[in-house]
Each structure stands twice: as structure tokens, then as C-alpha cells.
């Protein structure tokens, strides 16, 4: 008879030899029904089934070597079956343990986010913002026309400023989206990387006056005499020997660009300029381009222009509604609702948007159509425009929830 401590060793030999597929099991049984039951597998239930599996590898193991086995105390197997179940509990145990720490949901798009670097993230107003700044030249798409020297400049020397508190996807799709409405782009693709610099690639805006036309007008350039000012959408009247016309302005020939003055409390001499105004005509004779019927197209070729009156609009209550929002200290905001967010696939009035973020939603465009002043029953979608008037915090919060 072998002497206490080599049964003891083989014991616990034998007990490694059969407790490494018991304790495997354990393993994937404790991770398997905790993460999906969120329920901890009954230590009985492992040590059942981890005795059962040790056995059947015992058995297999000892029809190969029946030495294993051989032993004419039983401390050899019962230093093995201690190994088996110390093992199998334990592994149980850092499974069930493993399956509480991950996430319960995960999906492809957590696992590749991208995040800011918290060095570039400054706090104002108590709230994380980041400027993204343009890195090298902005390049062309393939198929598009080259942007303009005017735009690529105006890009790359443009102050942007986001949120910190979201990926850099989401971070990629606002600056994209900002960059299209802003400069009128055709497509606009960028680039972040962790410090929010920024690598953009644009096309230049497809088509000009064809753009600016109505459904159903034509353009027709007539030579008058222009009064000072006249500008791009103003309304006129052209009295010619056939009769008259009534058009809109699409275009003027001799122009001025007025730039926009600086805000009273702008008092940096480096700032940035603001964009110029609309151009406008500096008076005297000249070629306008004009919106008109079809049916007035030719009557208006054919004819020489005796008189062109500019006619009044009146008082736009849209712009007086504009003013007296800003007056109160009001923003208006223009977002994409995206996918999963509280807007997705429910209503206006079901989200609740005036109670829960304290903004109002002026218009959506919902499925290729615009609603101006929704109701409550106004269904929104991931993937519709709004237009959003609020304060700049309520603003912000709403921004972060929808966009």
C-alpha cells in the first residue's frame, strides 16, 4: 500500500484529470442562465451534474489505464472528487459572476464607438462642448463639381461647437448635416478623429437659378431700369408696350454684397466676419433675371420694357414673429430625429415635447412633406427635420435627446 501523501498526489492528479470538463461546463452553465434569466443556477443542480461528468471521464480514463483507479484506500478518489467539485463550484461561480458585470444589451454599434478625448471637451455653462477644428485642405467627391474656393475657405476657417457628451458617429452625421444646410452642398462626408479634428470632403452646390425657381416658372432676363436695392425674391411689376407682367426677381446683374453688421456685444477684433447679406442691385440700367408664368414668357421677350415698379409686400408677420421670439430670448434650432430616439414612431403630442423638454416644434417634415405649426397628432419619424424654438439649454437637452 502506497504511503498517505502519494495517494494524495494522485488524488489530486486524477482529480485535475477529470475536473477540467466538469469545471468547463460549470463555467457555461453559470454564465448561460444568469445572462439569460438573470437567475443564478442552484449550487446542488452543478454539483450533481459536475459529479456525473467526473464520473463518466473517470470511467473512460480507467478503461484506457486501469492503474488510475487502483488504490486499496479510498483516499485517492476522495482527494479527487474534492478537486472535481472544488473546481466545478468555482467555475460556477466566475461564470454567474461574469454574466452580472457585462451589459445585458449589446450590439456591434457599442462595441466599435468612438468617444472624445476628454482633453479637447470644455465645460461652459456647466455642460462638455467641443470645437471641431478642419484639418488640411477640404477635398472634392468623385462625380461632383469642385467646391468653390469661397466655400473651402469658409469651412476650414469656420468655428464649430457640438456637444462632448455624444459618439463621434452622431458627432460626424451633425457637423455633415450643419456643413449642408450652412453652405448649400450637394453631399458632404467627415471624418473625427478622438481630438475633434476634422477631415471633410464636399460637393458644390448642384444647380443655381434652377434651384431658385418655383414649379411652373420660367427665367427671363430683361434690361430695365433697376431701382437701388432690388434684390433677390422682391416682387415686381414690368409695364411693357404689349401689356404687363407681374414676376419675381431671380437674379440681378449689378450687385453689391452689404455685409451684415457685427452683433453689439461682438467686440473681437478676430473674430469671424458674418456671412453678407443677399446681393443687391446698386440702380441704374441693367439685366434682371425674372420668375414668370410660361404662358408670359414670350410676350415678354418680344416686348421692349418701359416701366419696372417694384411692388410692396406689406408687413411679414413670419419675420415679426422671428423677432419677437429672439426679443424674448428664444433660439430656434433645425435637427434630424434619429433612430431609437423618444420622437421615433410616436406623435407630437405623445411625446409630449413642450411638457418634457419646454421647447415647441414650429415645423416637420414627414415624409417628404412639410407641416407647418404641427398639432398634437403630427406623427414623427427617425429621419424627419424639425424646426424647434426654445431656449438655448432647452434647446441643447432636446438636441441631445432626439438628434
Same mark, same amino acid.
Given at each position: 500500500m502506497a504511503s498517505l501523501p502519494v495517494e494524495v498526489v494522485y488524488g489530486l492528479y486524477f482529480g485535475v484529470?477529470?475536473?477540467?470538463?466538469?469545471?468547463?461546463?460549470?463555467?457555461?452553465?453559470?454564465? =448561460?442562465? %444568469?445572462?439569460?434569466?438573470? *437567475? !443564478? +443556477?442552484? &449550487?446542488?443542480?452543478?454539483?450533481?451534474?459536475?459529479?456525473?461528468?467526473?464520473?463518466?471521464?473517470?470511467?473512460?480514463?480507467?478503461?484506457?489505464?486501469?492503474?488510475?483507479?487502483?488504490?486499496?484506500?479510498?483516499?485517492?478518489?476522495?482527494?479527487?472528487?474534492?478537486?472535481?467539485?472544488?473546481?466545478?463550484?468555482?467555475?460556477?461561480?466566475?461564470?454567474?459572476?461574469?454574466?452580472?458585470?457585462?451589459?445585458?444589451?449589446?450590439?456591434?454599434?457599442?462595441?466599435?464607438?468612438?468617444?472624445?478625448?476628454?482633453?479637447?471637451?470644455?465645460?461652459? =455653462?456647466? %455642460?462638455?462642448?467641443?470645437? *471641431? !477644428? +478642419?484639418? &488640411?485642405?477640404?477635398?472634392?467627391?468623385?462625380?461632383y463639381p469642385p467646391v468653390p474656393l469661397d466655400i473651402r475657405t469658409g469651412i476650414r476657417n469656420g468655428e464649430w461647437t457640438f456637444p462632448a457628451d455624444i459618439p463621434l458617429v452622431e458627432l460626424e452625421s451633425r457637423f455633415a448635416d450643419r456643413l449642408q444646410n450652412e453652405f448649400d452642398l450637394a453631399a458632404v462626408e467627415v471624418r473625427l478623429d478622438e481630438r475633434a479634428r476634422a477631415t471633410v470632403t464636399a460637393a458644390a452646390p448642384v444647380g443655381g437659378l434652377s434651384k431658385r425657381l418655383p414649379a411652373g416658372k420660367r427665367a427671363v432676363s430683361v434690361t430695365a431700369l433697376v431701382p437701388t436695392g432690388l434684390a433677390q425674391g422682391d416682387d415686381v411689376v414690368v409695364v411693357t408696350d404689349g401689356g404687363t407682367v407681374s414676376a419675381t426677381v431671380a437674379g440681378v446683374d449689378s450687385v453689391a454684397e452689404v455685409p451684415s453688421e457685427p452683433d453689439d456685444d461682438d467686440d473681437d477684433a478676430d473674430a469671424p466676419k458674418a456671412a453678407p447679406r443677399a446681393p443687391t442691385a446698386v440702380g441704374g440700367e441693367g439685366r434682371v433675371t425674372l420668375a414668370v408664368d410660361r404662358g408670359q414668357v414670350e410676350p415678354l421677350l418680344t416686348s421692349d420694357v418701359e416701366r419696372f415698379v417694384v411692388t410692396s409686400r406689406g408687413v411679414r408677420r413670419e419675420f415679426e414673429l422671428?423677432?419677437?421670439?429672439?426679443?424674448?430670448?428664444?433660439?430656434?434650432?433645425?435637427?434630424?430625429?434619429?433612430?431609437?430616439?423618444?420622437?421615433?414612431?410616436?406623435?407630437?403630442?405623445?411625446?409630449?415635447?413642450?411638457?418634457?423638454?419646454?421647447?415647441?416644434?414650429?415645423?416637420?417634415?414627414?415624409?417628404?412633406?412639410?407641416?407647418?405649426?404641427?398639432?398634437?397628432?403630427?406623427?414623427?419619424?427617425?429621419?424627419?427635420?424639425?424646426?424647434?424654438?426654445?431656449?438655448?439649454?432647452?434647446?441643447?437637452?432636446?438636441?441631445?435627446?432626439?438628434?
Open positions: 484529470l477529470t475536473g477540467l470538463v466538469p469545471a468547463a461546463v460549470a463555467w457555461l452553465l453559470g454564465f =448561460g442562465f %444568469r445572462y439569460v434569466t438573470g *437567475v !443564478t +443556477v442552484p &449550487g446542488l443542480a452543478v454539483v450533481v451534474l459536475s459529479v456525473a461528468i467526473a464520473g463518466a471521464s473517470g470511467g473512460l480514463m480507467a478503461l484506457a489505464d486501469p492503474t488510475i483507479t487502483q488504490s486499496e484506500s479510498q483516499v485517492r478518489l476522495t482527494v479527487a472528487l474534492l478537486v472535481v467539485l472544488m473546481g466545478s463550484l468555482y467555475a460556477h461561480n466566475r461564470g454567474d459572476a461574469f454574466a452580472n458585470d457585462i451589459p445585458r444589451k449589446m450590439s456591434l454599434r457599442k462595441l466599435t464607438e468612438r468617444s472624445l478625448s476628454t482633453d479637447v471637451v470644455e465645460l461652459v =455653462g456647466g %455642460r462638455g462642448q467641443v470645437s *471641431v !477644428t +478642419v484639418t &488640411g485642405e477640404v477635398g472634392d467627391i468623385e462625380g422671428v423677432s419677437l421670439l429672439r426679443r424674448a430670448g428664444k433660439r430656434f434650432s433645425r435637427l434630424s430625429v434619429r433612430s431609437e430616439s423618444p420622437l421615433d414612431g410616436v406623435t407630437l403630442g405623445e411625446a409630449g415635447v413642450r411638457d418634457a423638454y419646454g421647447v415647441a416644434v414650429l415645423a416637420v417634415r414627414h415624409g417628404g412633406n412639410w407641416t407647418i405649426a404641427p398639432r398634437g397628432d403630427q406623427a414623427v419619424s427617425a429621419g424627419d427635420t424639425l424646426y424647434a424654438v426654445g431656449s438655448r439649454t432647452d434647446l441643447t437637452g432636446f438636441e441631445e435627446a432626439v438628434a
